[in-house]
């Protein structure tokens, strides 16, 4: 099996999801930062060389096209934040799961937001 551009992106941002989880569980906030930087980081790498090494035709349909990918790729974010949330509310850590309400309400505004506006285009 090859891997491909979209398997290691995905794998990078489960890293970066199960980073961050990990972090706000323990209160690390300084951890979380990091985790986030050196994901961003990695991620933008990686598009780097994918994009230096192949060439790529940039329409209209390109455009939705990564756009739906970016969409998905958020309410995959935002489920995974959820499950968490149920998770930490259901075993009592009300604390913790107080923190993830607002990356929670950050992802569903991204995804009106986009919606919203690529609705009207689509």
Known sequence: MKVRYEHLLAILITGMIIGLAYSTKSGKALL??????VGFLLSYLLTWYYNSRVQ???DERTELIDTRSARNGYIVMSFLLFLEYLWEYSNGNK???TKLIIP???GAL???ISHYYYGRVM
């Open 32 to 37: 979380a930062v990091g985790v986030f930087v």
């Open 56 to 58: 790529k035709v940039e």
């Open 95 to 97: 604390e913790v799961a």
């Open 104 to 106: 929670l309400a950050l």
């Open 110 to 112: 991204v995804l009106l």
